[in-house]
């Protein structure tokens, strides 16, 4: 029903910053709950981020936390994920993800809508 495709994802030095996009199809984006998980090497699929349908809530996991922030933009059906004062152990692929319901949910199970990912590294 709706497909996401990730974008902006790169190399960057440790501290420094980018911004990830996820583009949605469909009329219907501003239904949907919306996340960001990300997942390295050997290591489970962490939630990083979630926000409400309309963009007024967010919820970050907490090694994130003052250095993400999320956001949407209805109008353009799209997601954001500003990253900044990047870490080495931020390197991952991060992923876009949606789900139907009220209220931000932090587990990936909840969501039913993947993108493929978009690969970050930050190098030290």
């Known amino acids: 029903q709706v497909q996401l495709v990730e974008s902006g994802g790169g190399l960057v030095q440790a501290g420094g910053s980018l911004r990830l996009s996820c583009a949605a199809s469909?009329?219907?984006?501003?239904?949907?709950?919306m996340g960001w998980f990300r997942q390295a090497p050997g290591k489970e699929r962490e939630f990083v981020a979630g926000i409400n349908l309309s963009g007024s809530r967010t919820y970050y996991g907490d090694s994130v936390k003052g250095r993400f922030t999320i956001s949407r933009d209805n109008a353009q059906n799209t997601v954001y994920l500003q990253m900044n004062s990047l870490k080495p152990d931020d390197t991952a692929v991060y992923y876009c993800?949606?789900?139907?319901?009220?209220?931000?949910?932090?587990?990936?199970?909840?969501?039913?809508?993947w993108g493929q990912g978009t690969q970050v590294t930050v190098s030290s």
């Open positions: 469909g009329r219907t984006f501003s239904s949907y709950n």
């Open positions: 993800a949606a789900r139907i319901g009220d209220g931000i949910l932090i587990t990936a199970g909840g969501y039913g809508y």
